[in-house]
C-alpha cells in the first residue's frame, strides 16, 4: 500500500496530513519519521526532515511531486500531477515553492490557520446545496405568485400587451423560427385561462418543490418544470417580464437542476456569484459616469431608484462623506470581494459575509423583489459543510447523489465558453461569430446571462402621471399601488413581490412615449375600462364608469428635507414638468 512518511512534530505538517488523510482515507498509510524512518535505511534522514516522502511501488517520490502523487493515486485528483509531468516549467516551479514553504513552516502554520483554520477538511457542499434548492423553490414560488396576481393585466387578453398579438407579431417577423427567439408554450397555450393555468401550477410546483428532498429524481423533475414555466412566462411577458432578476432566476434554476453537492457543479454557482457581482461592479466604471467616477451616486440614488423603501427617506439625508464612503463600500464589493470566492474557505467566508452585507443594505433601501434573496442564496455555496454543521441543525444528505463526470465536463465547459464570450465583450473584445451566435442563443433561453444595474446612476427622478377628464377640463389622477404618487404617501415596502407595471413606469418616465408604445395602449385600456388592468391600480377615480379622455404629464419629484417633513407632512415634494402625452380619447383612436 503506498505510504507517506511526514514530521511528525512539525505542526504545520500534521495540520495539511490530516487533510490529504480525509482526501485518501484507508487508500494509503501515514507514518511520522520519528518513528518510522528506521524502516528506510536507505533515506537520510536529512531527506525526512527537509521534505515529505512517498513511497509507492518499489518507489520513493519527495517533495512537491511527493503530494501530487499522493492526491493521484488516493483521491483520483490528478490534474496537478498532469501539470507538473507535462507543463514545460512546471515541475522546477513546484518544487521550488515547496522548498520555501519547508523552509518557512511557522509562517506556513500561521497562513493556514489564518485562511483555514486549524483543522482543515475537504470542502463539501451537501447542507449548502440542500439549503439552497430549497431557498431558489420558495423564490420560485414567490416570483410565480407575484406575476399570477398581475398576468391578465400584462398579457391577458385585455390586458396592456396581449400575449397573443404579441406572438402573432413575433411570427410575421421571424417565421416559424419565432420560437428561438421567444421561447415559451404560451405558442400553443395562450387564453387567459392558460396564462393562469401555468403560472399558478409553477406556483403549486414551487411549493411542493420547497417541501421536498433536495435532490431526489421527483425534484429534479420538478425544477426541469420550474424552469420551462418561468422561461415561458419571461418569453410571453416581454417588457414586463425582462429585468436582470428574472434571467438571474432562469440561469440559476438551469444549474440547480443539474446540481449535486460535488465540487464542479458547486464551483458553477460560485461562478454565477462572481459574473453576478463583477460585472455589476464593471458596467458602473466602464460606462464613465461621473457619478460612480467620484464616488456621489448614492447621493442620488435613494431617492431616484425605481421604489424606494421609507428608510430610503432616511439614508438620502445623511451627508455626502457617507455617501461617498457607502459608493466605496459598493466597489469594493463588487469589485474586490468576488476574487476571494476563488480563495481559501475564510476568504470564500469573507466574501459571502460582505456580499450578503451589501445585498441586505439594498433590501432595506429599495424594493428589488427577490433579487437580493436569490443573491444572497447563492451565497450559500461560499459556506462549507464544516461552517454550517457548527452554526445550524444541518446535516449533510445521508447519501449523497454521485455526478455524472460527461455531464459536469460538458456543463462547466459550455458556461465557461460561453460566460467568458459575454465577459470579453463587456470589455470591448471581439469574438469569433460563432462565439457570440452561441452566446446570443443561450441567452435567449436564459442559460447564460450579463449582469450589471445602474450602470448610469439617475440624478432626478421624472414621475409620470395618468390623468383622466371626463370634460377635458377637470383631470384627476389615477393612483398606483407603489410607485410615488401622493406626496403624503411613504414610499411602500413591497418586495420581495414585483408591482411590474409601476417599475415599468419609472422607465418610461426616463424617455418618452415614442420609446414606450405599451403605454398608449396602457391609456387605451383605461379608456375601455379594462378590469384585468385597472385591478394593477390601487385606485380609479372614475369607479365604474370610463373617463372620456386621458392624458400623461410629467412631474420632478423630490424626497423633502426634514423641516420640509416637519411642516407639510409630505415624503415627496413635485414641480411639473409637462405634458407626457397629450389628451386622448377612443374616437381619436379611430
Known amino acids: 500500500m503506498p505510504e507517506l512518511i511526514f514530521d511528525g512534530d512539525c505542526s504545520f505538517c500534521r495540520i495539511w496530513v490530516g487533510y490529504w488523510k480525509m482526501l485518501t482515507g484507508d487508500r494509503v498509510e501515514y507514518a511520522p519519521y520519528q518513528s518510522d524512518a528506521g524502516r528506510f535505511p536507505e533515506v537520510p534522514i536529512d531527506e525526512f526532515r527537509k521534505a515529505v516522502q512517498f513511497f509507492e511501488n ?7 511531486e511527493a503530494v501530487f502523487h499522493l492526491l493521484a493515486s488516493g483521491s483520483g485528483i490528478r490534474w496537478p500531477l498532469w501539470l507538473y509531468d507535462h507543463m514545460p ?146 418569453g410571453a411577458g416581454q417588457i414586463f417580464m425582462g429585468y436582470q432578476w428574472d434571467y438571474l432566476l432562469l440561469e440559476t434554476g438551469f444549474l440547480t437542476i443539474f ?65 461617498k464612503l457607502s459608493t466605496a463600500f459598493v466597489f469594493v464589493v463588487e ?31 429599495g424594493n428589488y423583489t427577490f433579487f437580493n434573496l436569490l443573491t444572497i442564496a447563492l451565497c450559500l455555496f461560499l459556506l462549507d459543510d464544516a461552517f454550517l454543521r457548527r452554526r445550524t441543525q444541518s446535516k449533510p444528505a445521508l447519501k449523497a ?19 467568458l464570450t459575454g465577459l470579453a465583450g463587456m470589455f470591448g473584445f471581439r469574438m469569433p461569430a460563432i462565439l457570440s451566435d452561441t452566446a446570443a442563443s443561450a441567452g435567449a433561453f436564459g442559460i447564460v446571462n450579463q449582469y450589471g444595474l445602474f450602470a448610469v446612476m439617475t440624478t432626478d427622478r421624472p414621475e409620470i402621471s395618468i390623468e383622466g377628464s371626463n370634460d377635458g377640463t377637470d383631470w384627476q389622477p389615477y393612483i398606483f399601488r407603489d410607485k410615488p404618487g401622493p406626496l403624503n404617501r411613504a414610499p411602500s415596502w413591497v418586495a420581495p413581490l414585483q408591482p411590474r407595471l409601476d417599475w415599468q413606469m419609472w422607465f418610461a418616465a426616463l424617455g418618452n412615449y415614442r420609446g414606450n408604445p405599451w403605454l398608449i395602449r396602457f391609456m387605451q385600456r383605461l379608456l375601455e375600462g379594462s378590469q384585468p388592468v385597472l385591478s394593477l391600480l390601487q385606485s380609479n377615480p372614475f369607479g365604474g364608469q370610463p373617463p372620456r379622455f386621458v392624458r400623461a404629464v410629467v412631474y420632478d419629484y423630490r424626497f423633502t428635507t426634514f423641516d420640509e417633513r416637519r411642516q407639510t407632512g409630505n415624503w415627496w415634494t413635485r414641480e411639473r414638468k409637462g405634458t407626457y402625452f397629450p389628451p386622448i380619447s377612443l374616437r381619436t383612436q379611430e
Not at 58 to 64: I, T
Not at 212 to 223: D, F, Q
Open 58 to 64: 518499489g518507489q520513493r517520490r519527495s517533495g512537491a
Open 89 to 234: 516549467g512546471a515541475a522546477p516551479a513546484s518544487e521550488a515553492v515547496y522548498s520555501f514553504i519547508a523552509a518557512h513552516r511557522n509562517f506556513g502554520y500561521q497562513v493556514t490557520r489564518a485562511l483555514w483554520g486549524t483543522q482543515i477538511e475537504p470542502a463539501r457542499y451537501s447542507i449548502a446545496s440542500s439549503l439552497f434548492s430549497r431557498a431558489l423553490a420558495i423564490i420560485y414560488l414567490i416570483a410565480f405568485a407575484s406575476f399570477g396576481f398581475q398576468v391578465r393585466g400584462l398579457i391577458g387578453a385585455q390586458g396592456i400587451q396581449p400575449v397573443t398579438e404579441f406572438l402573432a407579431e413575433v411570427t410575421n417577423a421571424l417565421g416559424s423560427g419565432g420560437f428561438w427567439r421567444v421561447p415559451t408554450i404560451f405558442w400553443w397555450i395562450h387564453s387567459d385561462f392558460g396564462l393562469l393555468m401555468i403560472v399558478w401550477s409553477g406556483a403549486v410546483i414551487a411549493a411542493v418543490c420547497a417541501v421536498g428532498r433536495p435532490h431526489t429524481p421527483g425534484v429534479r423533475a420538478a425544477l426541469v418544470l420550474l424552469f420551462i414555466y418561468y422561461l415561458s412566462a419571461v
Open 259 to 323: 446540481l449535486v453537492p460535488s465540487f464542479p457543479r458547486a464551483w458553477l454557482m460560485r461562478w454565477l456569484l462572481f459574473r453576478l457581482m463583477f460585472e455589476s461592479g464593471a458596467v458602473k466604471l466602464l460606462s464613465h459616469d461621473p457619478s460612480w467616477r467620484n464616488l456621489t451616486a448614492l447621493s442620488f440614488h435613494y431617492e431616484t431608484q425605481p421604489l424606494p423603501t421609507p428608510l430610503a427617506w432616511y439614508m438620502f439625508q445623511l451627508p455626502l462623506g457617507f455617501q
Open 335 to 365: 469589485l474586490g470581494l468576488p476574487f476571494l470566492i476563488f480563495g481559501p474557505r475564510r476568504l470564500k467566508h469573507i466574501a459571502a459575509f460582505g456580499i450578503i452585507l451589501l445585498e441586505v443594505l439594498i433590501l432595506l433601501t
Open 401 to 419: 447523489p454521485r455526478a455524472n463526470r460527461v455531464v459536469s465536463r460538458v456543463l462547466v465547459a459550455g458556461i465557461l465558453i460561453i460566460s
